[in-house]
């Protein structure tokens, strides 16, 4: 679906494990994107799209999907469902709901390198009648919006958990 040119990366190699005697060896990549003054770590072979406004980073990996959406709005503005941005966290969150026709889990204020943002977890059923669990946290700071998100079958909540977990944790600001 995208396709990436890198900025910069290099190799760190995983293995991990995590449930009850499962494992996953997963090699993840160090992803710096300078102009959105982002770096975050995704498995390896993931890909990217621009766009004039928005960059696109996505891979599925052991059947869970992560992605990053970073736009810079003064080159396209975001409009909420009928609302303005004057809290944009809460407009990304309720159009995450909108979205999915999903639940709203879990919320949570999170800070990475000085930055308000907020974590999410919803579930949902997807377009082939699936139970899906996923995780966004977004942030917004200095007219940009920047999207991290897991999704999963709900079946695979441990590997799903554990992706989450070293995708987000991975996640900082230059800006």
């Given at each position: 679906m995208l396709r990436y040119t890198c900025i910069m990366?290099?190799?760190?190699?995983?293995?991990?494990?995590?449930?009850?005697?499962?494992?996953?060896?997963v090699t993840w990549v160090a992803v710096e994107n300078s102009t959105a003054g982002v770096a975050f770590q995704m498995p390896q072979g993931y890909e990217r799209k621009d766009t004039i406004s928005t960059t696109?980073?996505?891979i599925e990996s052991?059947?869970?999907?992560?992605?990053?959406?970073?736009?810079?709005?003064?080159?396209?503005?975001?409009?909420?469902?009928?609302?303005?941005l004057s809290d944009p966290?809460?407009?990304?969150?309720?159009?995450?709901?909108?979205?999915?026709?999903?639940?709203l889990l879990s919320r949570q204020n999170v800070l990475v390198s000085g930055h308000q943002?907020?974590?999410?977890a919803i579930s949902y059923t997807d377009e082939e009648n699936q139970s899906v669990k996923a995780y966004h946290c977004y942030f917004w700071f200095n007219n940009k919006v920047y999207a991290f998100s897991t999704t999963a079958n709900i079946d695979n909540s441990d590997l799903l958990n554990y992706y989450k977990n070293s995708f987000f944790a991975s996640v900082n600001f230059s800006q």
């Open positions: 990366f290099y190799f760190v190699g995983n293995v991990v494990t995590y449930g009850q005697n499962r494992t996953s060896a696109l980073y996505k052991e059947n869970v999907v992560l992605e990053v959406h970073y736009a810079d709005v003064n080159a396209a503005p975001i409009e909420g469902n009928g609302s303005t966290l809460q407009t990304f969150v309720d159009l995450a709901i909108q979205a999915t026709n999903g639940q943002g907020v974590e999410i």
